[in-house]
């Protein structure tokens, strides 16, 4: 049987739960907070708590068990190009299908996430016995120090298969629990060995060998084979039970940590902001964090708000009143009204930072999304009008500032929606100055800013929030 694309079949679709990931993390011993904890995951590139990727590959595999022979498996090539996140949608496709493969992918949305092509009917190799000595899964994901990847060597006991052959019976029965209890330890290389915590897994190369289920093999050993630094790509031999991987991963960046208190206070001159009372929206982390430590730092009282990651916003306004600053705590989300989630500020604030922002780099389906578009309209424009009206209803005089940004001008890949909205902030921000005597914007297109949001695996140059906020809090200032 073959089929091509524009045929190809919906196998099944999967809607990812917590649950899911609980089950496989407890089957592998992956526990990669990228995986497991929403905080942290949020911190990451995917932007949430990612869906371990060859758990969404041998749900695949076992979707497609009982209609194709996978008894006869002897290769597999699967490639991850998107992360699968909890909540999502995901769907299988049977692309291509005969004697002597298949060829699968899974997709959220319409946009492809992995590859899978299984190779059938070939002659396993006998596999080459390894010594080595074996530990046991770590209970937390190592941290790799770069310089020490290149030619690391061990191996790990692999868990009991009867817990992952429980998730993927059909799979199970075709090619071993053993095999599979392997191809689950090869995300547990990856995520929780090396590179450990900050990793992401790109490609899996497999070879099925003639070892039997219930060979003593019950571990998995593993070599890095090459590092590459300009790339932070690292390439991996694993061997296990009935299985032989070549496994192509990434150091992804570390969080971002904030700039501290102390750091940004030598850059102020005491008492410099005494006169000005802010508030600043999205004054949890990134930007908006700098900006509030910047005027506390100075004397200025701040109210902070944030819409998501309520201990972040609450570890800022510790630091800065146990640096003998003002700040107060609110939570508000830009795509709701200003005044029920404002109502208790304390301030009358002269000025206004706004720093609320969507998920910027996401995956997408079209070139143009109206969807995503009336996201970032909303919460780029909409909400800081609300909140300039807002801030003159307690102010006679008031200073917004808007952050713009150079990707007006440079364009880049997937955020036609976001420089749309953008170009359009600045219109609207330029416009209220006009309209409403009382309210002065200040509006700058601020280069890349070094936050978790625009962190990449390949080193990019960013700037710290800090040294690109303090000159326009004093603009803003001068006539405070």
Not at 82 to 87: D, I, K, N
Not at 437 to 447: D, F, H
């Amino acid at each position: 049987m073959n089929r091509s694309d524009s045929t190809a079949a919906t196998a099944m679709v999967r809607i990812w739960s917590e649950t899911h990931q609980t089950a496989f993390a407890r089957a592998t011993g992956d526990v990669n907070p990228m995986h497991m904890d929403a905080r942290v995951a949020q911190r990451t590139l995917a932007g949430g708590p990612a869906v371990h990727g060859v758990h969404a590959a041998l749900w695949a595999l076992d979707a497609c068990a009982e209609t194709y022979r996978l008894e006869d498996l002897s290769g597999l090539q699967m490639r991850f190009e998107r992360f699968v996140l909890v909540g999502d949608r995901t769907e299988l496709a049977v692309h291509e299908a005969d004697a002597q493969g298949l060829r699968l992918s899974l997709s959220v949305d319409g946009v492809r996430a992995a590859t899978i092509q299984a190779t059938l009917g070939e002659a396993r190799p006998r596999a080459e016995p390894v010594a080595v000595a074996s530990g046991a899964i770590p209970t937390e994901p190592v941290v790799v120090d770069p310089s020490t990847i290149a030619g690391a060597t061990g191996a790990f006991w692999l868990p009991e298969p009867e817990a992952i052959a429980a998730l993927v019976p059909r799979l199970a029965r075709a090619i071993g629990p053993a095999r599979v209890a392997a191809l689950g330890g090869l995300s547990t290389l990856v995520g929780m060995v090396v590179p450990g915590l900050h990793s992401i897994l790109s490609k899996i190369d497999v070879t099925l060998t003639d070892e039997a289920d219930g060979s003593s093999l019950a571990y998995l050993a593993y070599t890095v084979k090459r590092f590459q630094p300009m790339l932070q790509s690292v390439t991996t031999q694993a061997s296990g039970p009935g299985l032989e991987a070549r496994v192509e991963s990434f150091v992804r960046p570390r969080p971002v940590e904030p700039e501290s208190l102390a750091d940004l206070a030598a850059l102020v001159r005491p008492g410099e902001f005494s006169a000005v009372s802010a508030l600043v929206v999205g004054g949890s982390r990134g930007l908006g964090a700098a900006t509030a430590k910047l005027l506390a730092a100075g004397g200025g009282d701040v109210c902070i708000t944030y819409a998501s990651g309520a201990s972040e916003a609450e570890a800022v306004a510790e630091e800065i009143r146990k640096g003998g600053g003002r700040c107060q705590v609110l939570h508000y989300d830009a795509k709701h009204p200003v005044g029920p989630q404002l109502q208790s500020m304390a301030m009358k604030p002269s000025q206004l930072y706004h720093f609320a922002t969507p998920r910027i780099f996401r995956q997408k389906r079209a070139a143009f999304e109206p969807s995503c578009f009336e996201e970032m309209m909303r919460v780029y424009n909409y909400a800081f009008y609300d909140l300039s009206l807002f801030c003159l209803e307690r102010r006679d005089r008031v200073a917004a500032f808007y952050p713009s940004t150079t990707a007006i001008d440079e364009a880049p890949r997937d955020t036609l929606e976001y420089v749309m909205a953008k170009t359009a902030g600045e219109i609207l921000a330029a416009t209220l100055a006009r309209t409403y005597p009382n309210l002065r914007t200040e509006i700058e297109r601020l280069p890349r800013v070094k936050t978790n949001q625009t962190a990449t695996i390949f080193p990019v140059p960013a700037a710290p929030p800090g040294d690109l906020m303090l000159p326009i809090i004093r603009r803003l200032s001068a006539e405070a």
